[in-house]
């Protein structure tokens, strides 16, 4: 069974620039969340969805945010970077969110 | 507000002896905690979960404690490995979709 596959595995922008991230979860989960992982501040909680719904929401800025579609893929998408968005996004899919979490293994993010 | 707390950034444990990763949290709402492990380029992996109905779980050599009362969990793992040499995390939740982690705590086991 194939694992959660996130894309692109590394990616380098420049402030002011967007990005879109890409999440592909295990086949039958349906629930996709995001996390960003910085250096001395571990997993933070971007949001969660399930059946294309967002269910809960993290406390990033706007400037963060996301979507699933029909088939259960998420993307997350990041405007007008800023420096400290260099980090590490996380996507895991669950069953239905209440389970444990599988991860991908990550979209590291460089701003320039 | 950090919820989840793992107040040692880091642990050297020799082969063969027991490593004792502990974690603290502040929400009594929190119900099912789980520890996950990561290696460098790899996302976390699961490793062990425990219901807050219990007060302990073993799979193998981890076994993870823990304490309602003094919102404290601890994660052993007896005997330590090099393989075991990684970054540990432990996370919570209250039912919400919503797992909050701890900061990590980097396990050395030496040869």
């Known amino acids: 069974k194939a694992g959660v596959t996130q894309t692109p595995r590394y990616l380098i922008k420049t402030r002011g620039q967007q990005v879109t991230l890409s999440c592909s979860p295990i086949?039958?989960?349906?629930?996709v969340s995001w996390y960003q992982q910085t250096p001395g501040q571990g997993l933070q909680f971007l949001f969660e969805?399930?059946?294309?719904?967002?269910?809960n929401k993290g406390n990033f800025p706007g400037r963060f945010s996301g979507r699933q579609f029909s088939n259960s893929r998420s993307e997350m998408n990041v405007s007008t970077l800023e420096l400290g968005d260099s980090a590490l996004y996380l996507c895991?899919?669950?069953?239905?969110?209440?389970?444990?979490?599988?991860f991908g293994a990550g979209s590291r993010l460089t701003v320039l | 507000d950090q919820q989840v707390k793992q107040n040692s950034p880091s642990l050297s444990v020799q082969e063969g002896r027991i490593s004792i990763l502990n974690c603290d949290y502040t929400?009594?709402?929190?119900?099912?905690f789980l520890w996950y492990k990561k290696y460098p380029a790899e996302g976390p992996t699961f490793l062990i979960s425990?219901?807050?109905?219990?007060d302990k779980n073993e799979d193998g050599r981890f076994t993870v404690f823990l304490n309602k009362s003094a919102k404290h969990l601890s994660l052993h793992i007896v005997p330590s490995q090099p393989g075991d040499s990684a970054v540990y995390f432990c996370?919570?939740?209250?039912?919400?979709?919503?797992?909050?982690f701890g900061t990590g705590t980097r396990l050395k086991v030496l040869a």
């Open positions: 425990i219901s807050s109905i219990k």
């Open positions: 969805y399930f059946s294309e719904t967002q269910r």
């Open positions: 996370a919570a939740t209250s039912g919400t979709y919503k797992y909050i």
């Open positions: 895991a899919s669950s069953l239905s969110g209440a389970n444990v979490l599988t």
């Open positions: 086949s039958g989960h349906r629930s």
């Open positions: 929400n009594s709402m929190f119900d099912y």
